[in-house]
């Protein structure tokens, strides 16, 4: 379970903060679902998503409010802030995210986020 937390914590933070993208793919496994609201997601999508999120913002930190760690699952409440740079304006954003693991790799996972400016990126 401490290596899914690492995982995790990987993820949430270092990916986004440091604009990794190209990493996520040595979480997730090549036929993961991904679910963003109601958009239905692909590895591709994932990777592009978030490499998207980090050219237009910068500045991303999150904080980690809630994880529930067990065997092949995890739950984790967080709140991100960010900068959008094309008017340096602040915004902040809750997300829920639900991930299942199989053989070491995410095979699912579902994110429920309450901003719709970012929301608007993964359902385009």
């Not at 979480?27 to 490499?51: C, M, Q, W």
């Not at 960010?82 to 340096?88: A, L, S």
Request: aromatic share 8%.
């Amino acid at each position: 379970m401490e290596n899914k937390k690492k995982i995790l914590m990987n993820l949430y933070t270092t990916i986004f903060a440091e604009g990794k993208s190209d990493e996520i793919s040595k979480y997730y496994h090549p036929d993961v679902k991904g679910y963003f609201n109601s958009r239905e997601l692909t590895l591709t999508d994932l990777i592009t998503g978030v490499a998207t999120v980090t050219k237009l913002y910068t500045s991303i930190e999150t904080k980690i409010e809630d994880m529930i760690i067990t065997e092949n699952k995890t739950a984790t409440r967080l709140c991100r802030t960010m900068v959008r740079i094309q008017d340096n304006k602040k915004i902040s954003m809750n997300l829920i995210i639900i991930k299942h693991f199989h053989e070491g790799k995410i095979n699912h996972v579902w994110t429920i986020c309450d901003n719709n400016d970012v929301t608007a990126i993964w359902n385009d």
